[in-house]
């Protein structure tokens, strides 16, 4: 009796799809407990070096840990703060912005109204319908913003313990998969673990490098306009920018409102010629350079994964979508039975086939395709003279 049972292919693919099923229902069930380890995972990943770093100029690894810890928490309290008070003037501005807003919409409607022939009265009750919609949608709309706010709040509270703990216990841990996958493959699980590093190091480097420029593209051309609250404005579109694909549709919405309720409409197509410019030099120059040459997936991989981490996370899945599908590339690469995938999810393309007359390559091969009689008797054969 075979030991291995071979199982038809129908078999194969029916598990694998209830597998597929059954791991996305755990991930979706059990994201407020999975959120916050992989951000504090990422997180104790990028801080390593600075606590290895104390560690061996022979400070105790709790204080180590507790240093590194506090002083990121304090340039994230300074960064908070300077935000905080850039939209305390946004907010003091909101009243007058309102209003601006809406003798705006007073006027379009009054356009629309001349120019298509439309009543006002029938204008005005569509658009009451509509505010009608808007406060009827507006409680489910409030329940699943402050049942987003309470994940938020709850990551925000337990990653910095959960970054503690496993920078802790990262010798403990490391030795944990040493002994889960045997001892003849600890070298293989080291190299793993130090590419897996790599990858988020120069992922999250990227990342913050491509923050910082495109804050201060997006500060210097709203300044450059005339636009309000260009600084603030700035860093939100370097934040929503982060969020791959979708933050930018957003970022350059949001530029072109303020615009248009600060300034003339004609703002609204400069606004959105600096952010097509911006985004040029960004997804053809910064992107390629800085971020995506780090993680090695290619376009079509980078948006499905971000779609499918909005469907399954939401707002936190998007930002997680990028450095887990790199991890998930590197572990395919590591496996021969996965190899395909993992170039599959790459960024490798094939050379670009070149039609090149090799005259010498042809001479040598011709001989065997026609026969070495007809070869001779074609380069013996001499054109007629014109008489």
């Known amino acids: 009796m075979n030991a291995h049972l071979k199982l038809p292919f129908f078999v194969k693919a029916t598990l694998l799809l209830v597998g ?19 951000y504090a995972t990422i997180i104790a990943i990028a801080i390593s070096p600075a606590v ?3 560690v061996k100029k022979n400070i105790n690894r709790a204080m180590s840990i507790a240093m590194v810890l506090t002083i990121a928490l304090l340039i994230l309290s300074v960064m908070v703060a300077l935000l905080s008070s850039q939209a305390s003037l946004l907010g ?33 009750a569509w658009i009451t319908h509509a505010k009608g919609e808007l406060i009827n949608n507006s409680g489910a709309a409030i329940g699943i913003t402050l049942t987003t706010m309470g994940g938020m709040l709850a990551i925000i509270f337990l990653t910095p ?93 949001l530029f072109m409102a303020i615009a248009f309720v600060t300034k003339s409409p004609v703002y609204v197509l400069y606004v959105f010629a600096l952010y097509t410019f911006i985004q040029f030099v960004d ?3 910064i992107v390629p350079k800085i971020v995506g040459a780090k993680v090695k997936l290619n376009a079509l991989v980078c948006l499905m994964a971000v779609i499918a981490g909005a469907a399954l996370w ?16 590197l572990l395919f690469d590591r496996v021969d039975a996965l190899k395909p995938w993992g170039f599959l999810l790459g960024d490798t393309m094939p050379p670009l086939l070149q039609l090149k007359l090799d005259f010498q390559g042809i001479s040598k091969k ?14 013996s054969e001499k054109p007629d003279k014109p008489e």
Do not use: C
């Open 283 to 285: 997804n053809n120059y």
């Open 52 to 54: 290895n770093y104390l």
């Open 314 to 329: 939401g707002i936190p899945g998007m930002f997680l979508s990028i450095p887990l599908m790199a991890i998930i590339k």
């Open 161 to 253: 313990v959960y970054v503690f703990m496993i920078l802790f216990y990262q010798p403990h841990l490391v030795r944990f998969l040493h002994k889960l996958f045997g001892t003849e493959n600890n070298l293989q699980v080291n190299e793993f673990l130090t590419e897996t590093k790599a990858i988020i190091q120069s992922y999250l480097g990227g990342l913050f490098a491509e923050f910082a420029i495109v804050a201060i593209m997006n500060a210097a051309g709203l300044l450059a306009l005339g636009i309000e609250y260009a600084i603030l404005l700035g860093i939100i579109g370097a934040l929503l920018n982060i969020i791959p694909y979708l933050g930018g549709m957003i970022a350059v919405v």
């Open 92 to 124: 003091e501005a909101w009243p007058q912005l309102a209003i601006r807003f809406e003798d705006l919409l007073n006027q379009t409607v009054s356009w629309i109204s001349e120019y298509f022939n439309i009543s006002l009265r029938k204008i005005n």
């Open 366 to 379: 011709m001989p065997k395709l026609i026969g070495p009689f007809k070869w001779n008797s074609l380069h």
């Open 20 to 38: 597929f099923y059954v791991l996305i229902s755990m991930l979706f069930i059990a994201q407020d407990i999975i959120l916050p380890v992989i």
